[in-house]
T-cell receptor, first 109, second 120 residues
Framework: RKEVEQDPGPFNVPEGATVAFNCTYSNSASQSFFWYRQDCRKEPKLLMSVYSSGNEDGRFTAQLNRASQYISLLIRDSKLSDSATYLCVSHTGGFKTIFGAGTRLFVKA | GAVVSQHPSRVICKSGTSVKIECRSLDFQATTMFWYRQFPKQSLMLMATSNEGSKATYEQGVEKDKFLINHASLTLSTLTVTSAHPEDSSFYIC????????????????FGSGTQLSVL
């Protein structure tokens, strides 16, 4: 089993739709979590950190459930520019970073 | 934010040649640099962790004699793919770890822009 697993995707949604990505992690020692966005053949860019209390940044909302070892990302009012691969990332002690395989999102006009 | 400059962005080479990829931290000192490889439609896979002035730590399954990592200064880390073969064709990317306030719970990764290697 992979340490970080994500929905395989791809997700094809129209502009304006709400889309949710799910992620689970298997290492209970994982300390912190992030969502990154990666465009094709580009470096990943940090989208947001994920906190147990939940956090929101504009149209993006991230949630963490440590009991279920589950992380989510919600994108509201999807834009064409949101089309990318979204990576779920966990950090464990000693800064071991584990990337999920990513979920591709296509937003269409 | 911190900037990591990675060169070259793209390289095409013949089988058997060696290719060097550089990552420089432009406005900060990177004591720890990570090197990743990404095959099409797959996730970033950590290859090795390099600390300035010491030998790199390689992940299981990564050949240290094939992927030479040098981190001789606080601003430069290099990855050399020796005797490259077509199966080494991939997207290689580095990232630098930055601790804010010296705290392990307040750290970020800054990525280079990646190198697309194609071995013919």
């Amino acid at each position: 089993r992979k340490e970080v697993e994500q929905d395989p995707g791809p997700f094809n949604v129209p502009e304006g739709a709400t889309v949710a990505f799910n992620c689970t992690y298997s290492n209970s020692a994982s300390q912190s979590f992030f969502w990154y966005r990666q465009d094709c053949r580009k470096e990943p860019k940090l989208l947001m950190s994920v906190y147990s209390s939940g956090n929101e940044d504009g149209r993006f909302t991230a949630q963490l459930n440590r009991a279920s070892q589950y992380i989510s990302l919600l994108i509201r009012d999807s834009k064409l520019s949101d089309s990318a691969t979204y990576l779920c990332v966990s950090h464990t002690g000693g800064f071991k970073t584990i990337f999920g395989a990513g979920t591709r999102l296509f937003v269409k006009a | 934010g911190a900037v990591v400059s990675q060169h070259p962005s793209r390289v095409i080479c013949k089988s058997g040649t060696s290719v060097k990829i550089e990552c420089r931290s432009l406005d900060f000192q990177a004591t720890t640099m990570f090197w990743y490889r990404q095959f099409p439609k797959q996730s970033l896979m950590l290859m090795a962790t390099s600390n300035e002035g010491s030998k790199a730590t390689y992940e299981q399954g990564v050949e240290k004699d094939k992927f030479l990592i040098n981190h001789a200064s606080l601003t430069l880390s290099t990855l050399t793919v020796t005797s490259a073969h077509p199966e080494d064709s991939s997207f290689y990317i580095c990232s630098a770890r930055v601790l804010y306030g010296g705290a392990e719970d307040n750290e970020k990764l800054f990525f280079g822009s990646g190198t697309q290697l194609s071995v013919l």
